[in-house]
């Protein structure tokens, strides 16, 4: 009964779709529920967050020209918990952050399901789609829903989808939207996999579906863990490429020109953002559960943080082979994002770069125009004005905004730091290729 009257629901877009945490994952797919037609509920625990929303500040950014004249309708944004009891459909896009030991954290997970309890009602679908290890779901959702006494599969429905979408600021196009990248869906069973797919059919093209949760847990896993370890094995390479006095960049272009078996990994100064960093670490503390040692996350990990200390090294080495009276000089970072056209600093190597260059008193502006203010360090971005590049000693590239101008970088900067490969096909003495 409660199965056919979900499925019902969903099919004709009555279902109310609520989302907790509204962050990167979140906040776009409660718009394209929204966009879809479905009657949506939005919750944070962040208070200023729900307020800016209703305000209008950041809820333009993902819904644009939806609402007439600031009238929301079929859209609801809180703080209050109760409000679940309205939903057909609960999904979870919580952090999914490690402590400091690099074991899991999915204590937001947990607490969200603690304020959600008394609010869930028979006839709901819990559906997660943080990141995390296999078993999560089978081992947190699982029994606190069977604690709650519903019979899974009945009469409350489980699933598993995990985020694909790759973050971009909007100005970009973004190639691989929400809708056109293939989304995985597990269920805890046949019925639950069933409302996953008629759920997510709603707003992307193709659902692929898997008969097990830890099934799609582990694939997210394998997604990020296989660009870890490309990415260090690449970021090796770099180091030893440097040595050996070969512009790494122009090697992978090389090697990129096999039409088969290559993948091009781009070599940088560390990994950031929420994903990459922190996700093979869920895995390894998983395996040890199965005494299993995962050595090729270990080492990934290994490489990856060395390079931005090698990144570090080398800006310094460079200062001071080109004379440069080390306590005078000025220091300019162009792009302290994660990676490329994004607003997003999370773990961001430049936040460790940054913190080197304050710790050895060396004065530096940072200019990123997607990065406003790096907000626990209280500094702000200068603006990009390439004439004000000359007042530095050394511009160091640290993300490869595709705004930034190769030509009046070089025209106007006395000696370059490259950490991108942005200027990979210029030879000049003024500039390191990293
Ligand atoms: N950012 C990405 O590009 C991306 C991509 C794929 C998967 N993921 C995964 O998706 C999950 C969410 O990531 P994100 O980047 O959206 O995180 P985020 O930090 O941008 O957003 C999380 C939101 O959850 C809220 N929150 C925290 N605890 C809460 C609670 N107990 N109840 C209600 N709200 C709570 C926070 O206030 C925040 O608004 C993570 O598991 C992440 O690994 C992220």
């Known amino acids: 009964m409660y199965f056919r009257a979900l499925r019902e ?32 509920i939005g919750i ?75 609010f869930l009602k028979k006839g709901q679908a819990l559906s997660l789609e943080s990141t995390t290890y296999p078993e999560t779901t089978e081992e947190i959702l699982l029994p606190f829903l069977k604690k709650l006494k519903f019979n899974i599969s009945k009469d409350y429905f489980l699933i598993y ?59 997210k896993m394998i997604e990020n863990i296989y660009r870890a370890v490309n990415i260090g094995l690449i970021n090796e390479l770099k180091m ?17 020109t096999k039409p088969f078996g290559f993948t091009k990994f781009l070599p940088g100064p560390g990994l950031g953002g929420h994903c990459i ?7 390894s ?11 090729f996350i270990r080492l990934a990990g290994d490489i990856n943080q060395k390079v931005t200390n090698w990144t570090i090294n080398n800006i310094i080495k460079i200062i001071k082979k080109k004379k440069i009276n080390f306590n005078k000089c000025k220091i300019l970072i162009l792009g302290v994002a994660y990676k490329a056209d ?15 260059l304050k710790r050895k008193k060396i004065n530096f502006d940072y200019c990123d125009p997607y990065i406003n203010k790096i907000r626990y360090l209280n500094i702000k971005s200068i603006k990009l004005n390439y004439k004000n590049f000359k007042l530095y000693d050394c511009v160091v590239i640290l993300t490869d905004h595709s705004i930034f ?27 390191f290729h990293l």
């Open 240 to 256: 030893l490429s440097q040595k050996m006095n070969i512009n790494i960049h122009q090697v992978i272009d090389l090697a990129g």
């Open 277 to 283: 960093p922190i996700d093979p670490y869920y895995l």
């Open 285 to 295: 503390w998983r395996a040890k559960k199965y005494k299993f040692e995962t050595k």
């Open 44 to 118: 944070d625990i962040d208070e200023k967050k729900i307020s800016n929303l209703k305000k209008n500040e950041i809820r333009s950014f993902y819904f644009k020209n939806l609402f007439k004249k600031n009238k929301i309708k079929n859209l609801l944004f809180t703080s209050n918990f109760s409000n679940a009891e309205k939903a057909d459909v609960i999904i979870l896009c919580l952090p999914t952050p490690l402590k400091k030991n690099k074991s899991p954290d999915v204590s937001h997970i947990k607490k969200a399901l603690v304020k959600l309890g008394p």
């Open 9 to 40: 629901k969903i099919k004709k877009k009555k279902a109310i779709i609520a989302v907790v945490g509204l962050g990167y994952v979140g906040m776009p797919l409660l718009a394209q529920f929204y966009k879809k037609g479905f009657n949506t």
């Open 342 to 356: 994004i607003d997003d600093l999370r773990e961001s190597p430049a936040l460790k770069i940054i913190s080197v």
């Open 405 to 431: 101008s190769r030509n009046k970088i070089i025209k106007n900067s006395k000696l370059i730091v490259d950490t991108r490969g942005f200027l990979k096909n210029f030879n000049q003495s003024k500039i």
């Open 161 to 219: 989808s995990p985020e694909r979408e790759s973050p971009v600021f909007e100005k970009n196009k973004n190639k691989f939207s929400l809708f056109n990248t293939p989304k995985i869906c597990s269920g805890h069973s046949a019925n639950c996999l069933t409302i996953g797919n008629d759920l997510y059919s709603q707003i992307v093209k193709t659902v692929v579906k898997t008969d097990s949760t830890k099934k799609a847990e582990f694939a």
